[in-house]
Antibody, heavy 126, light 111 residues
């Protein structure tokens, strides 16, 4: 079964650092871009950025560039989203998702996200 | 403010058809055939319903269809069922600087 399994819920204080994870299984992890999507409480989906686990190439939404760091370790089929200094406004659900390969020509950033993790809740409060 | 504009809510009765619009610009929806639609039930992760404007992934009901005209994409659900009640989001590729954008989401209520 193709799946992405995310790390558990986190409760942090402002200014603390955090790294959450997303582990893939059931497919060739290195061959698919993995994106991160934020959903603030009661709000819509926001694409944050993506990583190619094969070579760790990353792309960010302008809204999130410099605010978070996305990375991957292909040796353990895991992608990461990290913050160096959390703010209360980072409180949200975070999803990882795979950019699909629909034509056998490879996963592309523009391709729809076909497999999603279960989400990681991050709460930042003093 | 989301990059793509969707109606906040739509509703329909069982058996009817509804259409959700998603309006962008020539830099996203109008410029690429990479428009997708996601269904999200409360407390759940989004689920892909349509990719590349009008293609359904395996397992998605053929009651769901997608189309695009100019800068506006549309999701149509025919033969509405109670189980279709959910939030729906459109998304589009937006080029090499912005990459991917989402709509603000539409809450579908089945009356």
């Amino acid at each position: 079964e193709v799946q992405l399994v995310q790390s558990g819920a986190e409760v942090k204080k402002p200014a603390e650092s955090l790294k959450i994870s997303c582990k893939g299984s059931g497919y060739s992890f290195s061959n698919y871009w993995i994106g991160w999507v934020r959903q603030m409480p009661g709000k819509g989906l926001e694409w944050m950025g993506t990583v190619d686990p094969g070579d760790s190439d990353t792309r960010y939404s302008p809204s999130f560039q410099g605010q978070v760091t996305i990375s991957a370790d292909k040796s353990i089929n895991t992608a990461y989203l990290q913050w160096s200094s959390l703010r209360a406004s980072d409180t949200a659900m975070y999803y990882c998702a795979r950019h699909g390969d629909y034509y056998g020509s490879g996963s592309k950033i523009g391709h729809a996200m076909d497999v999603w993790g279960q989400g990681t809740t991050v709460t930042v409060s003093s | 403010q989301s990059a793509l504009t969707q109606p906040a809510s739509v509703s329909g009765s069982p058996g009817q058809s509804i259409t959700i619009s998603c309006t962008g610009t020539s830099n996203d929806v109008g410029g690429y055939s990479y428009v997708s639609w996601y269904q999200q039930n409360p407390g759940k992760a989004p689920k892909l319903m349509i990719y590349d404007v009008s293609n359904r992934p395996s397992g998605v009901s053929n009651r769901f269809s997608g189309s695009k005209s100019g800068n506006t994409a549309s999701l149509t659900i025919s033969g509405l069922q109670a189980e279709d009640e959910a939030d729906y989001y459109c998304s589009s590729y937006a080029g090499t600087s912005t990459h991917v954008v989402f709509g603000g989401g539409t809450k579908l209520t089945v009356l």
